[in-house]
């Protein structure tokens, strides 16, 4: 929040970190992850303009969070599980807002495929999401 649009300057150097935070889980409490998305959700909200162009990378990295995060048998909490599968679904829906409705273009064939209700429920929110 403190940048602001002032973000766009460094939008490259933060996709590189935001992408490997998200790849690795950092224990029960998944402070780093979750502080990872609400880092995307402030520079999707202030660098919205820039965002369109970043959703080959982005796109992908969240979707795969969501699986990461259902399908992990780990020690984490189900709050913090829900606390991620939310974030992301957040962040999925601001991208889809700022790129004009092409996130939920990409994922009408990942709905369709996706036979886990938890999942599919978070990207039911984001087609639904207006």
């Given amino acids: 929040p403190r940048l602001g649009i002032h973000v766009c300057r460094h939008l490259k150097r ?5 992408l490997g935070y998200l790849e690795v889980p950092d224990g029960p409490g998944e402070e780093a992850r979750l502080a990872v998305l609400e880092t995307l959700r402030c520079a999707v909200e202030h660098a919205w303009p820039r965002m369109p162009c970043r959703l080959p990378v982005l796109l ?5 969070l969501l699986w990461d ?5 780990g020690p984490t909490p189900e709050p913090v599980r829900a606390a991620l ?11 889809d807002r700022c790129s004009a409705g092409q996130v939920k273009v990409l994922l009408e064939g990942v709905y369709e495929s996706c036979e886990d209700g938890r999942v599919r429920e978070c990207i ?7």
């Fill in 14 to 18: 933060l996709e590189r970190v935001v």
């Fill in 60 to 64: 992908p990295a969240l979707l795969k």
């Fill in 69 to 73: 995060v259902h399908t992990d048998p």
């Fill in 85 to 95: 599968l939310q974030g992301a679904t957040e962040c999925l829906a601001l991208l």
């Fill in 124 to 130: 039911r929110k984001v087609r639904e999401d207006t």
